[in-house]
């Protein structure tokens, strides 16, 4: 009942239109039963469906929760099948749903969160930063991964110990915006006691952070995404968490392996700045494959796929691209 009453207030009788949800993942709050229900009847009034991105895959590899034992295609993507179609950024969240769903039913548009036209936007809406940049120091930003993902939390604490043991540093942490709570990290007293120390709360946008920022660490997040396309040094610290991040696969330059890299990174930037910091055609093919795949005009190709998907056209708009 509570169904149909949505749909109808959203679509008049015999009106197209779209009716989109984010990707279905073990993550999702949503009861899949009900996604099912609500698109099987938008699919009766003639709506179009489709499943778009919440975000962008910063992993290379899958067995990356707690719990996770065995390499093979996840039936939890398979419920994807329900849409007409689903969207991803890239070929890395592609694979995701390949095992399940046709090709044609998968569309790789690039990423909209990330495109320099979103960015550029975003820096227009964005209210002045809180943060102050401390004169004469270098600014490290700290992103903490979710808590159900496998972190190392003892040697994570190791590390900002022995960062923040440098002259003229200054650190920021960065909890994951939804579960940091969870994160026993930031509730550690010794680090506490470290002057050049801090750690962000929800109210700190991660935005201000990278502005903040002169060099980004990172335990896999896709948050960083914006750094790389900036141009600004990522630290992919994968040795701190059991997966496998895309920045070091496609930027091996950026890998932190061990404490001695951590250590040598940052003596190497103190010394001679950030000019150089990546191999400018790794980069470049990251953005060309993850970020921007089939051109920098993102958000068109995302527009131009929902106006087709809700006037019934997506069929002959893909066979056109």
Not at 34 to 40: A, D, H, L, Q
Not at 208 to 213: D, K
Not at 274 to 291: K, N, P, T
Request: some cysteine.
């Amino acid at each position: 009942k509570v169904t149909r009453i949505l749909l109808a207030r959203s679509f008049k009788d015999g009106e197209q239109g779209v009716l989109a949800f984010d990707w279905i993942e073990r993550n999702s709050v949503i009861s899949t039963e009900w996604v099912e229900t609500i698109v099987s009847m938008a699919r009766d009034r003639g709506v179009g469906t489709v499943s778009l991105p919440h975000g962008d895959s910063p992993h290379a590899n899958q067995l990356i929760r707690r719990g996770e034992w065995r390499l093979g295609p996840d039936m939890t993507f398979s419920t994807a099948r329900i849409f007409d179609r689903v969207v991803v950024p890239n070929e890395l969240c592609a694979q995701r749903f390949r095992p399940f769903l046709p090709e044609n039913a998968i569309a790789v548009l690039g990423s909209p969160r990330f495109s320099k036209k979103w960015l550029d936007r975003l820096t227009e809406l964005m209210p002045p930063s809180p943060l102050t940049p401390p004169e004469d120091r270098l600014r490290i930003v700290i992103f903490l991964r979710k808590a159900n993902f496998t972190t190392f939390w003892e040697e994570v604490s190791e590390v900002i110990h022995l960062i923040a043991a440098f002259r003229d540093v200054e650190i920021i942490i960065k909890p994951h915006t939804r579960s940091g709570w969870k994160q026993s990290l930031t509730r550690s007293k010794s680090l506490k006691k470290l002057a050049n120390v801090k750690v962000a709360d929800d109210s700190v946008h991660s935005t201000y952070l990278m502005n903040w920022a002169d060099i980004c660490i990172d335990l896999a997040t896709s948050v960083v995404f914006e750094a790389i396309r900036c141009g600004k040094p990522v630290l992919a610290a994968d040795y701190l968490h059991a997966g496998r991040s895309a920045a070091a696969v496609y930027m091996p330059e950026t890998e932190l392996r061990c404490r001695d890299d951590v250590y040598q990174k940052i003596s190497d930037v103190l010394a001679k700045g950030r000019d150089g910091f990546y191999v400018e055609a790794h980069r470049q093919r990251f953005i060309s494959e993850m970020l921007d795949v089939g051109g920098q005009d993102v958000l068109s190709r995302y527009v131009m796929l929902l106006e087709a998907i809700g006037q019934g056209q997506a069929e002959s708009l893909l066979r056109k691209n």
